[in-house]
């Protein structure tokens, strides 16, 4: 991956008891079809320009803000954490929350293995407790603002070695996916479990350490994922429905945006340069354009018409 994930989530509008024939859609993925059509949703429909203009480097573009928000895209972030059996874990955030860039995602204690550290700690007093306590904890703070998409946890001791606080919240995160297990396992054959991607909710076998490929140890790894927006501006890239990619170099208010004599009502929403068309070898762009005009501008005419 290139540092970040996408969520690949279905809903479904169908309830208990609900009747469906055979292949209706059950479930979808709002982010890549339309919910009410069923149709694979490419991207928004633009009006283009193409043009050249003092906005131009190479195969760069001009965007009104609007545009921007409505290529906004969704991206999973991941913060991982590694935890000993005998952390002591304070605080977790929960799936659904809101955070802002800096709020703490997870505060958590390490716990000593070696006995001496243990005696050294317990012969300073209690009079330090709470500066030894505060000066142990340690947390992990959100890089980004947005909304926790989900959270996996893996654990390759046993379970009587994990502290109490960890037992908790494994029970708290794994507890879904233990019940959506039991319902497959419950109802369907071997045969058909196979088509499932079943996450697993227990004690992983210890090879090397390693959970995930990664070097844990005996211990436990802890995987939150942060889903936050970001707002097509400058420097990002996008393509036009082909081959033809550009560059966003410049963006204005919607107040500002360009606009045909015929709609002045209708800003244009991207400037296109003569030099994106020439050097991805898309000649054929300008019959798309054409044929697009045509077909829009003959919708609202017959529309109109039938509203007349």
Known sequence: MGGFYISNKHETKLKEGSKFKKGDIVSINNSYFDVDTNEYVSGPLMKVMVNSGYYEYDDSNLIREGLGEKLTSHIIKKTRVILGPNANLEQIVNVGDEVQTGDVLITFEHSFDDKSANE???????????????????????????????????????????????????????????????????????????????????????????????????????????????????GDKFVFNSALKSVTSKTVPDSLAPYTENNPEEPIDCILSTYSVLNRLTADLPLNLYGNKVLVELKKSIKKIWES
Do not use: C
Request: aromatic share 8%; hydrophobic share 35%; glycine share 6%.
């Open 120 to 234: 050294l700690l317990s012969k300073l007093g209690t009079e330090y407790e709470e500066q030894i306590a505060e000066m142990s904890k340690n947390t992990y703070k959100s890089h980004y603002s947005g909304k926790i998409d989900s959270i996996e946890i893996f654990y390759n001791v046993d379970w009587a070695e994990l502290s109490p606080s960890l037992q908790r919240i494994i029970n708290k995160i794994n507890g879904p996916a233990k019940k959506r297990e039991i319902l497959l396992k419950k109802n369907l054959n071997q045969s058909e479990l196979n088509e499932f991607l079943i996450a697993p909710t227990g004690q992983l076998e210890n090879v090397d350490g390693k959970i995930k490929g990664v070097k844990v140890g005996n211990g436990v790894m802890i995987d939150i994922f942060l889903d936050y927006e970001d707002i097509l501006s400058v």
